[in-house]
Structures are given as C-alpha cells and as structure tokens.
C-alpha cells in the first residue's frame, strides 16, 4: 500500500467517523487527526457521555472499520486496537 493509499484509508475512515459523531466540528477533527485519546475526549465533552462511554465507541468502531486503518506491513495505527496477546 502506498502513501496515497493510507492517506485515502484515513479519509474513509474519518468520513465514516463524521457520520457516526455528527457534532464534532471540522477544527474538532483536525485536533483529533490520529490521537485516539484526543478523538475519546471529543467525543466525551460533545456528546456529554462519561468517558467509558466514549472509550467504547471509539473501540466498536475501531473494530468495524479495522480494515482502513490497517497497512500491508501491519504496523499498529494509534486508533487500532492492540491485538490481546
């Protein structure tokens, strides 16, 4: 895979996050871009939910959308879950 296509992965998968956490602003998204813990506090602080909740939600679509934020060399992308050992 090469760069235009990871950089075309993380649009989808930031596309599809906008859909799913409607409330978060554009400038929300650019402080956000590949930080997880920054994407789980957004999502805390918009949408009013503790952040187990948001945990969670980040975590469930993760999970559904495992296959964008993926690269051939399997290298761990911060938004990935870690594989349980």
Request: glycine share 6%; hydrophobic share 30%.
């Amino acid at each position: 895979m090469n760069t235009d296509q990871m950089k075309g992965n993380w649009k989808q998968f930031v596309g599809k996050a906008k859909e799913k956490w409607g409330k978060l602003t554009d400038n929300d998204w650019q402080i956000v871009e590949r930080k997880r813990d920054h994407l789980v506090g957004r999502i805390q602080e918009r949408y009013g939910i503790a952040r187990e909740e948001a945990e969670r939600q980040v975590a469930d679509f993760e999970r559904s959308h495992e296959r964008l934020l993926r690269t051939p060399s399997d290298r761990q992308h911060p938004l990935v879950p870690k594989p349980l050992a």
